[in-house]
């Protein structure tokens, strides 16, 4: 019997991972974080990741036509699903559609297609797009909804009136955004610092938690499960979570330590604003990160640092987006200078 | 018996894949019986091809040399049984991946008559290093875990050098091959005594016989014959079983925490690696005057019927071991010399088992998994890598063709063992990239130097011509000047010599 044989390259074994289930994982695990951000701020959430999902899928599969390829192709990655998810977790929970649109179609033609697509874009595209809004739209941007604790003075936009707010940028008249939203806690600590109040009196205000804001607290635990599900899954490493969490309270410890009146605990910082949302969802995206092990901890310690900073003396209550932003453009060379021994080489050290 | 040691050195990555020996393992090694016809390249070992030495028509007896070592480093060939040499010719080898290269092919006789083996041989331990090393070039002996290098050429290299350890290979890291395993089981006693007879040429005290703990059954053995032979300078040593861990170097990092440096050898760190299988055929032709000409193969896959190992004379058919292991299944599709992380891939089976050939791996069509998308950089590649590259990297700067990058990141170190490819989820073939490359590299680098000696000779050329140049302005000068200082009787001489050259004319 004689048998045809194709002819290929070693090795014969074939890959069992793909980009798709790594990005599907990814937002299977931002899923307890939903929930439990749907439970603090209600359904807006919701809302803004099915605009944010159309408008990233249609801007993707609008510039693969554009340059001339299979829009499947890029499609089928998932990739523009966790753009949309993780622009929809930066964005307050009431935000009008055109709003969220801009963000999204912002970062997946500008930031992602425009630099090549998926692989090659240098800024990590919810990141970009995020930032576009927030210059864009200061306004709609600060407008957060207060959590709900249980208070019995607690108004909370329906279903019905958060879906009409997403689609016409109007509250019903009874609702009027003094009584349904709040300055984060993130703002509060900002501005309380700065009109000299103390920490322990800004820490005073109901709003607050045990560690960071009421209910944010609480998201940032289910964001934290997620994260540690997809280090137990190798879908992210270490270094990235681990650099941006040293990066930020190291410092804030530091200040918090020797003046504890003037500076925000490290808990707070832990536990307010996209923190750790940041550690192991945003800045672990591995397009625009550092890709050398060693580099992907420096590069989130700079992030951590940077959003420190830009909380401490910045412009802007959070620094989540900015951070990000400004390292990925620190990248390449993060990774030249942090290339790892190779095996057989000379110690750096043994050479002058 | 002699326990396994376990005190070991770090590898960097690595993977556990899965094994798939146990097929193979069942039941013993299967003499396979002799072929009609052997098929024997003159080159199945690293450097130069052996010349043949022999006529076609003429008579050869088992074990007669029949090509010559070709060069300096090169190893001879043997007839592996008696017959007649019908042709020399090209014919398909696996080295080329089913394409012809020159081979001597003898029609044998079936009476295996072997040649008169010199007997009156002193004993291995009477004799010196160079005495040894003789003897074993002309055994024919190369190394046999893959990489087929001369192997006395090899110990003629290690003398040179300041060792300390003697290290067996008997890692066998590759899924699917199992003919080192089966080897120790059955042959241990040969593999321990090839290890002294290094050790004795090699003037070492230490020796380590290295195991994957995925082979307790070699461990015992090995165990079992070191306890008899109540030799305390041979090791027994386990490691995990993690691919690549059999690799030369990898192995000398996993044993004495030792990198071997970039571009040397690991007698650079005071080894030297053989393995076992190598070792056997040292004791097999040393003590008991067999050359090397069989070996043990695996013949395995999901595309054969019986996986097995058998013990083949070199030079039968691929096509025969098949049958002999009851041929193709139906799903069959692939066929591969050596294991399924760095075999190569045949076009056909007509080709003939050589020195290098430990395993025949026969597999059914690769499952699609997609086409390859673009490099997400998420650095898995780099985590499994054992050289500790950033495979990521150089493929961002071969797509680049970025010379100077892929050196900075190391390409050359790269020892395709393949495993970036394994973990990639875009599906991009690394390995087969970076085999390109380097090639790229190494082309580039001859058209340098090429360029660099057409500059070197443009150069000398237009000095030589330059010199001339001066020299002769120099002389017409001289001549300018002599004229001029020439008094009225010189004047009449020099026009009395031109009046008679134009009177010549």
């Not at chain 2, 450097?47 to 190893?75: F, H, N």
């Not at chain 2, 066929?335 to 080709?351: C, E, N, Q, R, W």
Request: with cysteine; charged share 15%; hydrophobic share 45%.
């Amino acid at each position: 019997m004689t048998v045809e044989f194709t002819r290929s390259e070693a090795p014969y074994l074939t890959p069992s991972v793909n980009v798709a289930d790594m990005m599907l994982q990814v937002l299977l695990a931002l899923v307890p974080a939903i929930l439990a951000h749907m439970w603090y701020f209600g359904p807006g959430i919701l809302f803004n990741l099915v605009v944010a999902a159309i408008f990233c899928v249609a801007g993707e599969a609008f510039m693969m036509r554009a340059r001339g390829r299979d829009p499947m192709l890029a499609l089928s990655d998932y990739s523009a699903l966790v753009t949309a998810a993780l622009l929809a977790f930066a964005l307050p929970s009431l935000t009008p559609w055109w709003v969220t649109a801009t963000g999204a179609l912002f970062g997946v033609v500008v930031a992602k297609h425009l630099y090549g697509g998926i692989g090659f874009n240098v800024f990590n595209p919810a990141m970009a797009g995020y930032v576009v809004i927030l210059v864009a739209f200061p306004m709609q941007m600060n407008l957060w909804v207060a959590p709900s604790m249980g208070d019995i003075d607690y108004i909370r936009p329906s279903l019905a009136q958060t879906l009409v707010y997403t689609l016409t940028g109007n509250l019903p008249e009874a609702l009027s955004f003094d009584a349904v939203s709040r300055a984060t806690p993130l703002d509060a600590m900002q501005s309380g610092l700065r009109n000299l109040q103390t920490y322990a009196e800004i820490r005073a205000n109901p709003m607050m938690g045990d560690f960071g804001g009421r209910g944010w607290e609480w998201i940032g635990n289910f964001v934290a499960i997620g994260g540690c599900w997809l280090l137990l899954r190798k879908i992210i490493r270490w270094q990235i979570p681990t650099g941006v969490f040293l990066g930020l309270l190291v410092p804030a410890g530091i200040l918090y330590f020797a003046d504890p009146s003037t500076h925000a605990s490290p808990g707070f910082h832990l536990f307010s604003g996209a923190t750790i949302l940041c550690a192991f969802f945003i800045a672990t995206d591995p397009v625009s990160a550092a890709t050398s092990p060693k580099g992907r901890f420096i590069y989130g310690l700079g992030i951590g640092l940077l959003i420190f900073v830009i909380r401490r003396w910045g412009a802007y209550a959070d620094g989540v987006a900015f951070a990000v932003l400004l390292m990925n453009m620190a990248t390449p060379a993060i990774d030249y200078l942090t290339r790892p021994h190779i095996v057989g080489h000379a110690r750096k050290q043994n050479t002058p | 018996m002699s326990a396994p040691t376990y005190d070991l050195g770090k590898l960097h990555g690595g993977m556990r894949l899965p094994a798939n020996k146990l097929a193979s393992t069942h039941d013993p090694i299967r003499k396979m019986p002799l072929p009609a016809q052997l098929i024997l390249p003159i080159a199945q070992h690293v450097g130069d091809p052996a010349l043949p030495i022999v006529a076609i028509g003429e008579q050869v007896l088992k074990g007669q040399l029949i090509a010559e070592p070709g060069g300096k480093l090169s190893a001879p060939v043997h007839a592996s049984s008696s017959g007649t040499i019908v042709a020399i010719e090209p014919w398909p080898v696996s080295r080329r991946y089913g394409d012809k290269a020159p081979c001597i092919v003898i029609d044998c006789d079936g009476e295996d008559r072997a040649i008169a083996s010199v007997t009156d041989q002193p004993a291995w331990e009477s004799l010196s290093a160079n005495e040894l090393l003789a003897r074993i070039l002309q055994g024919g002996i190369v190394g046999l875990g893959g990489a087929v290098f001369p192997t006395a050429q090899k110990l003629m290299q290690a003398l040179s050098c300041e060792l300390k350890y003697l290290i067996l290979n008997g890692v066998e890291c590759e899924p699917y091959i199992s003919c080192d395993d089966m080897l120790m089981r059955e042959y241990s006693a040969e593999v321990l005594g090839g290890a002294r007879i290094l050790m004795h040429a090699l003037g070492l005290d230490l020796c380590y016989v290295v195991v994957e703990s995925d082979k307790p059954q070699a461990l015992r053995r090995l165990g079992e014959q070191l306890a008899l032979l109540g030799d305390a300078r041979i090791v027994l040593k386990q490691v995990p079983t993690i691919y690549p861990s059999g690799g030369e170097d990898q192995l000398v990092q996993l044993v004495t925490n030792l990198e071997v440096p970039s571009g040397g050898l690991p007698t650079d760190v005071g080894c030297l690696v053989q393995n076992v299988g190598t070792a056997a055929a040292i004791y097999d032709w040393i003590v008991q005057g067999k050359p090397l000409l069989s070996r043990i193969t695996t013949v395995t896959g999901d595309g054969v019927v019986h996986p097995m190992n058998v013990e083949a004379r070199i030079g039968t058919l691929v096509a025969d071991i098949v049958r002999f292991a009851g041929g193709y299944t139906e799903h069959a599709r692939q066929l591969i010399i050596g294991g399924p992380m760095t075999g190569k891939a045949m076009s056909t089976d007509l080709v003939p088992l050589v020195k290098a050939s430990n395993c025949v791996l026969v597999l059914s069509a690769t499952p699609s998994i997609g086409a390859k998308s673009p490099c997400i950089r998420c650095g898995d590649c780099a985590a499994v890598c054992p050289v500790q590259l950033l495979p990521q990297q150089l493929y961002r700067y071969s797509c680049a063709d970025d010379e100077k990058k892929l050196r900075l990141h190391g390409l050359t170190d790269c020892i395709e063992c393949g495993c970036c490819d394994l973990v990639c989820p875009s599906h991009i073939p690394l390995t087969a990239e970076f085999r390109v490359a380097k090639a790229r590299i190494r082309e580039q680098a001859d058209e340098k130097a090429r360029a660099e000696r057409a500059r070197f000779r443009f150069e000398a050329r237009n000095q030589r011509m330059e010199t001339e140049q001066r020299a002769r302005e120099q002389q017409l000068a001289q001549q300018r000047d002599t004229a001029r200082q020439a008094g009225p009787a010189e004047i009449a001489a020099i026009l009395q010599r031109k009046q008679q050259q134009q009177d010549g004319d």
